[in-house]
């Protein structure tokens, strides 16, 4: 069983940052990518910024410059410091890990339970 805890979430005035976590717990081998998405109200859920293994980041365009992602291996967790926050940024994030368990060794997708982030300008 693995089981993911998302925290960080809030609500910020715009320019403002917030910084996100997401730690797996669990029957755990590896964690290969780890990735944020969000969804905003009334719209699809989208990708935010992935990181690899090896640490290749890759952010959407909306986001460049402003949010930075990263890991610690060791906790199993993943990161997303967002600075320079806009309205546009308010939406339910989640954190999506492919994990590999112990026995399987298969590797799977897992979702966070989701965090609110509000913006208001």
């Known amino acids: 069983q693995v089981q993911l805890v998302e925290s960080g979430g809030g609500a910020v005035q715009s320019g403002g940052s917030l910084r996100l976590s997401c730690a797996a717990s669990g029957s755990i081998f590896s964690v290969n990518t780890m990735a944020w998405y969000r969804q905003p109200p009334g719209k699809q859920r989208e990708s935010v910024a992935t990181?690899?293994?090896?640490?290749?980041?890759n952010y959407a365009d909306s986001v460049k410059g402003r949010f930075l992602i990263s890991r610690d291996n060791a906790k199993n967790t993943v990161y997303l410091q967002m600075n320079s926050l806009k309205p546009e940024d308010t939406a339910v994030y989640y954190c999506?890990?492919?994990?590999?368990?112990?026995?399987?060794?298969?590797?799977?997708?897992?979702w966070g339970q989701g965090t609110q982030v509000t913006v208001s300008s």
């Open positions: 990181i690899t293994r090896s640490t290749a980041t």
């Open positions: 999506n890990l492919q994990i590999v368990t112990r026995g399987s060794y298969t590797q799977q997708n897992y």
